[in-house]
């Protein structure tokens, strides 16, 4: 399984950005996996952002994005996305997506797939 994330940038506090993540490799249309966005600011520890079941039918959010962020999946297209909406400068880090077969959502340890990253930079 290869994941590719995108749609990283500058925005301004209070803007918006989505993410993109699309999966491939014939082994993901194998399993239904759970999909996860993680996220790593310099010198912190890679954090769990938002979660979705294979169905889309479970979301779960960090208490911190909870109300601003929202996570959808589109199965046809082996995608994932994050609308980030009222970004804080806080919100600035490396987002990472990730699969996970683990009914876990948030634990680094519970997804066996990573993608490559792409860095969210808010400005005050």
């Known amino acids: 399984v290869q994941l590719q994330a995108s749609g990283g940038g500058l925005v301004q506090a209070g803007g918006s950005l989505g993410l993109s993540c699309v999966a491939s490799?014939?082994?993901?249309?194998?399993?239904?996996?759970?999909m996860g966005w993680f996220r790593q600011a310099p010198g912190n520890v890679r954090e769990f952002v938002s979660s979705?079941?294979?169905?889309?039918?479970?979301?779960y959010y960090a208490d911190s994005v909870k109300g601003r962020f929202t996570i959808s999946r589109d199965n046809a297209k082996n995608t994932v996305y994050l609308q980030m909406n009222s970004l804080k400068p806080e919100d600035t880090a490396v987002y990472y997506c990730?699969?996970?077969?683990?009914?876990?959502?948030?634990?680094?340890?519970?997804?066996?797939?990573w993608g490559q990253g792409t860095l969210v930079t808010v400005s005050s």
């Open positions: 990730a699969a996970r077969r683990s009914t876990t959502y948030y634990s680094v340890s519970a997804y066996d797939f």
């Open positions: 979705i079941s294979w169905s889309g039918g479970s979301t």
């Open positions: 490799g014939r082994s993901f249309s194998s399993y239904a996996y759970g």
